[in-house]
């Protein structure tokens, strides 16, 4: 069985100002991972996704993420913010053959100008 | 390009009430799944699809019935609603097996139930 745990719920931050969403995952075989972003009102978006390579994914709007095997870790990050990044960010992992994924409890990106 | 297209948007039910949610994919995805949403829980998977005619349980599977009786429709079931599944509902898809397979989901832009 797969889990996934994101470790805030809730993240405040000024505008500019760098972040990080932090997210664990548990798995006793090898899975994707993924970030997704919820705007209000809108479904989910694929921010980036790690399926092997490189440790350090790069998404769209400067988003990064890196993936840290031995800490079961795929925390998410962000040099700096804008306002418009306020949203939810959902941290997920997969079931790499039938791409049955288990989200995140979700946090909440609050960016204050 | 349509994607993931989910009806209605908003529904209102009474307890007892049966209602059917619609999901289609233009994407020929094999792979298709409906979540539930809530506050501070994330996304819940409540059943799934990998194919026509095969369709299996996820986390929270009671009081929901789904069918795939083709390709691109994956609609799900309230068969006697109840105030515990006020939520909003999400339809995904994905490639199968067969094709290229990552886990990406593919979402469509929700249904928000509420049970009275």
């Known amino acids: 069985a797969q889990s996934v745990t994101q470790l805030d719920s809730q993240v405040p931050v000024f505008e500019e100002a760098p972040v990080e969403l932090r997210c664990n995952y548990s798995?006793?075989?090898?899975?994707?991972l993924f970030w997704y972003v919820q705007y209000p009102n809108q479904g989910l978006q694929l921010l980036l996704k790690?399926?092997?390579?490189?440790?350090l994914v790069k998404g769209i709007n400067g988003f990064e993420a890196e993936f840290n095997k031995s800490q079961t870790s795929f925390h998410l990050r962000k040099p700096s913010v804008h306002i418009s990044d306020t949203a939810e960010y959902f941290c997920?992992?997969?079931?790499?053959?039938?791409?049955?994924?288990?989200f995140g409890q979700g946090t909440i990106l609050t960016v204050h100008p | 390009n349509a994607g993931v297209t989910q009806t209605p948007k908003f529904q209102v039910l009474k307890t007892g009430q049966s209602m059917t949610l619609q999901c289609a994919q233009d994407m020929n995805h094999e792979y298709m799944s409906w979540y539930r949403q809530d506050p501070g829980m994330g996304l819940r998977l409540i059943h799934y699809s990998v194919g026509a005619g095969i369709t299996d349980q996820g986390e929270v599977p009671n009081g929901y019935n789904v069918s795939r009786s083709t390709t691109e429709d994956f609609p799900l079931r309230l068969l006697s609603a109840a105030p515990s599944q006020t939520s909003v509902y999400f339809c995904?898809?994905?490639?199968?097996?067969?094709?290229?397979?990552?886990?990406?989901?593919?979402f469509g832009e929700g249904s928000r139930l509420t049970v009275l």
């Open positions: 997920a992992v997969s079931d790499p053959l039938y791409g049955k994924l288990t």
């Open positions: 995904a898809s994905s490639y199968g097996p067969s094709g290229e397979s990552t886990g990406e989901l593919f």
């Open positions: 790690y399926l092997s390579g490189s440790t």
């Open positions: 798995s006793s075989v090898s899975v994707y």
